[in-house]
């Protein structure tokens, strides 16, 4: 495709998305608070919207479309797995926005710090997030390079899409903080969910003739792609081994539970998750049948996570939809990137840089904030320039990095007998196994990182709690908070 | 309200079960559409039923 049409679309995109980070300064107030979380008083349509744009990245059209081209219905169930973890979401849903109100918290990893009552605990946290995250943010930038390489034949290199989604999120993340990244989100997600469906929807029906056609041609030409462990990638332990660190993604991933902050009342909290299990199952089906659709269309690519750019820069494919569906994937890049860009500076600066110095002032906390994102983003772009293998296992590397947080997580909300020690060690000895396992490619019994890694840390936290003294004043405290609290919203 | 909560999670662990089982051994020669593509569709949907019911009996 001609590469000046890209730029094109990609300038106009680009020019309403900045125009809507704009207009979200209006009435925005000043603070920690505001910049960061919106002043805790966002609507539940926006922010199903933002949580939903946050959750759903580049992986969608590129890495699951990518995985069904390569294993089949397998990652339907991988995916619709991720979906039904949402459940986690209603039990802690409710005790992160109740504590948040109460204790004024504004990361995950300054709960788990007062919690626990060790600022060690929050800046571990913090650790275990930028080292796992900056690879997750990667990936979506290499899914950009990836994309607009692909669509423009070669015409436009690999880093023009890397810097150009870089740049995007910086500045999409600065101009508001939360407020920017959530209103620009929301059109994002609107577009990523429109654009997929009308091209899978053009696809289905001018090639197969309708979605009776598609799943004919299957049975016919690929029955292997309708089982599991089919054509062999899904295995049982490579399912358990996706799966496992991706249902607790809701919980584990900062970027997606500092939103549990966010909505105004808990009404607006029902209203987020509801809309975003919705929109999850319908962009999760319309990225499935989009790889199955270019598996039959055009089978035989070297490398499953180019199946997508390759299919949209086909002769068979209008070139409109073609870059229809360029920029729904590109705003399901930069939307994440951009909210874990903002999450991991507030970590930076809260749970880091205030922690270790307390004194500190709210305005320098926020100054500092702000300097972080480029900076972290600069990394993240240094690390995708490496390309480092199959971008969807890339990305399921940070997850299974980041469900090491997970114990901790649960010891908080449920546990009395945690403690800061076990919460450390736990993290710290699970992200190491399971950094080691990843990146030395040893699976004991044929078993995936998340496997051995969750194992490690969830026994390391149940023993070295029971080892060390808990603060049950804290403890006590903090939970019969919650308790009445959810008592009184009638929630489990 | 305890007893609810287990009751849920006991629920959502069926669920589970079924999730990691039925794909890879009643469904695994089941090459149709109606095989595991329509499973873990009713899998997901009654998941986000349930999820659905659990949000409603919140209140604001």
């Known amino acids: ?492 | 309200m305890r007893g609810k909560r287990w009751g849920w999670i006991l629920w959502f662990g069926i669920l589970l079960f079924l999730d990691y089982t039925l794909p890879y051994t009643v469904l695994s020669g089941v090459s149709k559409i109606y095989g595991a593509f329509l499973f873990w569709n009713l899998f997901a949907l009654t998941a986000i039923a349930s999820i659905g019911i659990l949000l409603w009996k919140w209140r604001d």
């Open chain 1, 1 to 492: 495709m001609n590469s000046s049409y890209i730029l094109l679309v990609v300038a106009i995109y680009v020019a309403l998305g900045t125009w809507t980070a704009y207009m979200s300064r209006r009435g925005m107030g000043a603070g920690v608070t505001e910049y960061f979380l919106a002043n805790r008083a966002v609507g539940g349509f926006v922010a199903a919207l933002t949580y939903s744009a946050t959750t759903y990245s580049a992986f969608m059209m590129v890495g699951l479309a990518g995985f069904t081209y390569k294993g089949g219905v397998g990652a339907l169930g991988f995916e619709l797995t991720y979906l039904s973890g949402l459940v986690l979401a209603v039990f802690f849903g409710p005790r992160f926005w109740l504590a948040g109100k109460r204790y004024g918290y504004v990361s995950p990893a300054e709960l788990l710090g007062d919690r626990y009552q060790s600022q060690w605990v929050a800046a571990v946290t913090t650790l275990v997030c930028l080292i796992f995250l900056i690879p997750y943010a990667a990936v979506q930038l290499m899914g950009i390079g990836y994309l607009l390489g692909g669509l423009s034949g070669g015409a436009l290199p690999f880093w023009v899409g890397l810097i150009l989604a870089t740049v995007l999120a910086i500045v999409w993340a600065w101009i508001a903080g939360l407020r920017s990244v959530a209103w620009t989100d929301s059109l994002q997600a609107l577009i990523m969910l429109v654009t997929s469906i009308l091209v899978l929807l053009f696809v289905i029906y001018r090639y197969f003739g309708g979605f009776g056609g598609l799943f004919v041609t299957l049975e016919t030409d690929y029955p292997q792609w309708l089982t599991v462990p089919g054509p062999g990638f899904f295995s049982l332990k490579a399912y358990i081994g996706l799966t496992l660190p991706w249902f607790f993604f809701c919980i584990s991933n900062p970027q997606v539970s500092q939103r549990l902050f966010i909505p105004k009342s808990l009404g607006a909290m029902r209203r987020m998750l509801g809309g975003f299990v919705i929109f999850g199952f319908i962009y999760t089906l319309v990225s499935v049948l989009w790889g199955f659709s270019t598996k039959v269309l055009s089978p035989g690519l070297a490398r499953a996570d180019l199946a997508t750019p390759t299919l949209l820069s086909q002769p068979i494919i209008p070139a409109i939809l073609a870059l229809i569906v360029m920029v729904g994937i590109l705003g399901a890049a930069v939307s994440t990137i951009d909210s874990i860009l903002l999450t991991l500076s507030s970590m930076f600066a809260r749970d880091l840089y205030k922690g270790l110095r307390p004194r500190v002032s709210e305005e320098m906390e926020l100054r500092l904030g702000k300097w972080v994102i480029p900076a972290i983003s600069l990394v993240a772009m240094i690390f995708g320039w490496l390309k480092l293998g199959l971008i969807s296992a890339l990305s399921v590397a940070a997850s299974a990095g980041l469900l090491m947080t997970v114990p901790a997580i649960f010891g908080a909300f449920f546990w009395k007998r945690g403690t800061a020690a076990g919460a450390i060690w736990s993290m710290l000895l699970g992200g190491t196994v399971t950094g080691f396992l990843y990146f030395s490619g040893i699976r004991p019994l044929g078993h995936w990182p998340a496997v051995w890694g969750g194992l490690i840390c969830l026994v390391a936290f149940i023993v070295i709690s029971l080892m060390t003294t808990p603060p049950l004043e804290k403890a006590e405290e903090f939970l019969g908070y919650l308790a009445k609290g959810l008592k009184e919203k009638n929630a489990l």
